[in-house]
């Protein structure tokens, strides 16, 4: 059974609780590394001018504590694998709505693959296959 190492659980650490849950989770089936979750202003300036992320400091749900957004990966890491990337995604939105629909966590969950929720693939403007963020609180 995969498990988290000591630099993904720290990441993890940062995250608000719907993300821990969910990827402690998702670690217990699909082996997978937690590279970020909160992210400060030089880390979060530095991601910008690679083009690794299109927010500013301050406009990233990263830059929250606890941070609302993680960068999570299938292990080991294949960079040139969006295939299962993408794979991996599907897994983690899957477990994300059945812990929602449980009431488990009180977000549901947005991927960087997806930006607008609409399961089509094909018109995301910028892919960011590692980031999860979490959007909408139940009401009530």
Not at 13 to 34: A, E, G, K, M, Y
Not at 51 to 72: C, F, I, T, Y
Not at 98 to 105: H, S, T
Request: proline share 4%; with cysteine.
């Amino acid at each position: 059974m995969p498990s988290f190492s000591q630099r993904s659980l720290d990441n993890l650490s940062q995250c608000h609780p719907d993300l821990q849950l969910i990827f402690n989770t998702v670690v217990r089936d699909f082996d997978c590394t937690v590279i970020c979750g909160h992210r400060g202003k030089e880390e979060q300036e530095k991601a910008y001018a690679e083009g690794k992320s299109k927010a500013r400091w301050g406009e990233s749900k990263h830059n929250l504590q606890p941070s609302m957004a993680a960068d999570v990966v299938p292990y080991p890491i294949d960079w040139n694998d969006t295939d299962r990337m993408r794979h991996f995604a599907g897994y983690v939105k899957g477990v994300a709505s059945i812990l929602y629909g449980l009431e488990a966590i009180s977000h549901k969950l947005r991927w960087g693959g997806d930006w607008d929720n609409d399961t089509e693939l094909s018109d995301n403007k910028f892919n960011d296959f590692p980031h999860f963020e979490l959007v909408e609180r139940l009401k009530g």
